[in-house]
């Protein structure tokens, strides 16, 4: 069992009369010749690698190679506890959650790259964040991934999620649809709402550039991780309540492609615009890698 496209898959999600997880795990079994038992413990390790990089981003104080970021998720969990949170509260632990997991990549820690590690904080902001909030269990978020990484296969199938090739689009953008996608099936949403609601992050993210400071996954990418774990809990929400995608997802990532591919190369991860090229990201390139 086998799909190239998000027509293929909502049409064997039709026949089948399974949910985009379940034609996930079917291709997953076909394609590797894995049992499926196999199967799952590989991706449960995988969210519980994602919980454990949480948990440490919360327990340690961490500090990147580049000194760019740390700390900054314990300062949104404080504000949390101390007052309503503005976003409300599955919000703000997507934000600090997504926040300390760039912490812990940033500072040479154990994370999942989902499906990069410039955008490792997006799905397991939101995962854990909507596991305690709504009482899933660990079951049914490790089944979710499933649904993600269908997104994510599709993704890097049809067009791209490096930055280097499609731009920050490609990497937030990427982790942000699949996030989106999964939580829609997590509160009942069919295989069509999940994908109208990944195809929504897309056209949303639609032409984020990559340019992070002194070429590190700092600084702005760890605040971005935080918008997309954001934008993802927004676009599932819009689809859920009945708002359609204009745009169907596979023309969406092909649209996404196509403007990734016509970004400027300055605005592909070469650190040489963008917020990495305003005067105070050069004077801290400087300082970090001791040129000048």
């Given at each position: 069992?086998?799909?190239?496209?998000?027509?293929?898959?909502?049409?064997?999600?039709?026949?089948?009369?399974?949910?985009?997880?379940?034609?996930?795990?079917?291709?997953?079994?076909?394609?590797?010749?894995?049992?499926?038992?196999?199967?799952?413990?590989?991706?449960?390790?995988?969210?519980?690698?994602?919980?454990?990089?949480?948990?440490?981003?919360?327990?340690?104080?961490?500090?990147?190679?580049?000194?760019?970021?740390?700390?900054?998720?314990?300062?949104?969990?404080?504000?949390?506890?101390?007052?309503?949170?503005?976003?409300?509260?599955?919000?703000?632990?997507?934000?600090?959650?997504?926040?300390?997991?760039?912490?812990?990549?940033?500072?040479?820690?154990?994370?999942?790259?989902?499906?990069?590690?410039?955008?490792?904080?997006?799905?397991?902001?939101?995962?854990?964040?909507?596991?305690?909030?709504?009482?899933?269990?660990?079951?049914?978020?490790?089944?979710?991934?499933?649904?993600?990484?269908?997104?994510?296969?599709?993704?890097?199938?049809?067009?791209?999620?490096?930055?280097?090739e499609g731009g920050c689009q490609a990497e937030i953008g990427s982790a942000s649809a699949m996030a989106a996608s999964a939580v829609v099936q997590l509160q009942g949403g069919s295989p069509q709402?999940?994908?109208?609601?990944?195809?929504?992050?897309?056209?949303?993210?639609?032409?984020?550039?990559?340019?992070?400071?002194?070429?590190?996954?700092?600084?702005?990418?760890?605040?971005?991780?935080?918008?997309?774990?954001?934008?993802?809990?927004?676009?599932?929400?819009?689809?859920?309540?009945?708002?359609?995608?204009?745009?169907?997802?596979?023309?969406?990532?092909?649209?996404?492609?196509?403007?990734?591919?016509?970004?400027?190369?300055?605005?592909?991860?070469?650190?040489?615009?963008?917020?990495?090229?305003?005067?105070?990201?050069?004077?801290?390139?400087?300082?970090?890698?001791?040129?000048?």
């Amino acid at each position: 069992m086998n799909f190239t496209s998000g027509g293929s898959l909502l049409a064997l999600c039709q026949d089948q009369g399974m949910t985009i997880s379940q034609i996930m795990i079917q291709r997953e079994i076909s394609c590797f010749g894995k049992e499926r038992h196999e199967i799952w413990e590989r991706m449960a390790k995988a969210y519980d690698i994602m919980k454990n990089a949480v948990r440490e981003s919360e327990e340690k104080t961490l500090r990147s190679v580049g000194g760019l970021i740390g700390g900054e998720a314990k300062k949104i969990h404080q504000r949390r506890k101390t007052v309503k949170p503005v976003c409300g509260e599955v919000m703000a632990k997507a934000m600090a959650y997504a926040m300390g997991v760039l912490e812990v990549n940033s500072s040479m820690g154990l994370i999942v790259a989902a499906p990069t590690a410039g955008s490792s904080g997006v799905i397991p902001g939101v995962f854990l964040a909507v596991e305690e909030e709504f009482g899933f269990s660990d079951e049914q978020m490790i089944d979710a991934l499933f649904n993600a990484g269908a997104v994510g296969y599709l993704i890097t199938r049809n067009a791209t999620v490096a930055g280097a090739e499609g731009g920050c689009q490609a990497e937030i953008g990427s982790a942000s649809a699949m996030a989106a996608s999964a939580v829609v099936q997590l509160q009942g949403g069919s295989p069509q709402q999940c994908l109208d609601a990944a195809s929504s992050v897309i056209g949303t993210m639609l032409g984020l550039v990559c340019d992070p400071i002194a070429g590190l996954v700092e600084a702005p990418c760890q605040k971005r991780n935080a918008m997309g774990a954001s934008t993802a809990l927004i676009s599932a929400e819009m689809i859920l309540s009945g708002v359609r995608s204009v745009v169907p997802f596979d023309e969406m990532v092909d649209a996404m492609y196509r403007v990734g591919r016509s970004i400027p190369y300055e605005l592909r991860e070469t650190a040489m615009g963008g917020v990495a090229a305003t005067p105070t990201a050069c004077k801290l390139c400087n300082k970090i890698h001791g040129a000048g």
